[in-house]
């Protein structure tokens, strides 16, 4: 069974311009949830998402934004790329997204902005 | 707000040796989820093991065991038999039992090093 797969996996980008990550969760797993990792701040969660509903998000600025398609396979967006969205960024899926479901994660994005 | 603190930034221990990973939390809730994910250089979050609040008996999976104290919100991790492949950041996470969401919060991390 394939994994939670997230690309690209390396991306570089300048400032002021615009990202698109996505991630294809576990076939047959319906909650995606993203997190931004980081140094500074490390592990932080961006948000969740089910059944192509939001169902909670992190405290991040409107600039990250993020859908779910269909499939369950899920995108997120950042626009206006800052400098301190440097960041490896991670995906995980669950089957149902209830508590007792392992969180399943994904090899991550490395976005790097110059 | 729930916060998780794992107050060993680095630990080193030798192959075939135990190692225990200390990690705190608080919160207001009594029912909630407790986890350690592993995260090797290849990046890739692992789940190493899972302890509910409301079960007393502590989670073991193999040379990995917790002691869940609730009382004193202490969640360590002790790895036995080390290995040279259990070299890798190890984060300790909280989960909310409550809510519809699956938020995991994740304390800063320990960097584990199994030397040969």
């Known amino acids: 069974k394939a994994g939670v797969t997230q690309t690209p996996r390396y991306l570089i980008k300048t400032r002021g311009q615009q990202v698109t990550l996505s991630c294809s969760p576990i076939?047959?797993?319906?909650?995606v949830s993203w997190y931004q990792q980081t140094p500074g701040q490390g592990l932080q969660f961006l948000f969740e998402?089910?059944?192509?509903?939001?169902?909670n998000k992190g405290n991040f600025p409107g600039r990250f934004s993020g859908r779910q398609f269909s499939n369950s396979r899920s995108e997120m967006n950042v626009s206006t790329l800052e400098l301190g969205d440097s960041a490896l960024y991670l995906c995980?899926?669950?089957?149902?997204?209830?508590?007792?479901?392992?969180?399943?994660f994904g090899d991550g994005t490395r976005l790097s902005i110059l | 707000a729930q916060t998780v603190t794992q107050s060993q930034p680095e630990m080193s221990v030798q192959e075939a040796e135990t190692v225990t990973l200390s990690c705190t939390y608080d919160?207001?809730?009594?029912?909630?989820?407790l986890f350690w994910y592993k995260q090797p250089p290849s990046r890739q979050m692992i789940l190493v093991i899972r302890?509910?609040?409301?079960?007393?008996q502590n989670a073991t999976e193999n040379r990995f065991s917790v002691n869940f104290q609730k009382a004193a919100k202490s969640f360590s991790l002790k790895i036995s038999d080390s290995q040279l492949g259990d070299t890798a950041m190890y984060f300790c996470?909280?989960?909310?039992?409550?809510?519809?969401?699956?938020?995991?919060?994740f304390g800063t991390g320990t960097l584990l090093a199994v030397q040969p």
């Open positions: 995980a899926s669950s089957l149902t997204g209830q508590r007792n479901q392992p969180q399943h």
């Open positions: 076939s047959g797993h319906r909650s």
């Open positions: 998402y089910f059944s192509e509903t939001q169902r």
């Open positions: 919160t207001s809730e009594n029912n909630y989820y």
């Open positions: 302890q509910e609040a409301y079960k007393q």
């Open positions: 996470a909280f989960m909310s039992h409550g809510g519809a969401t699956n938020k995991l919060i």
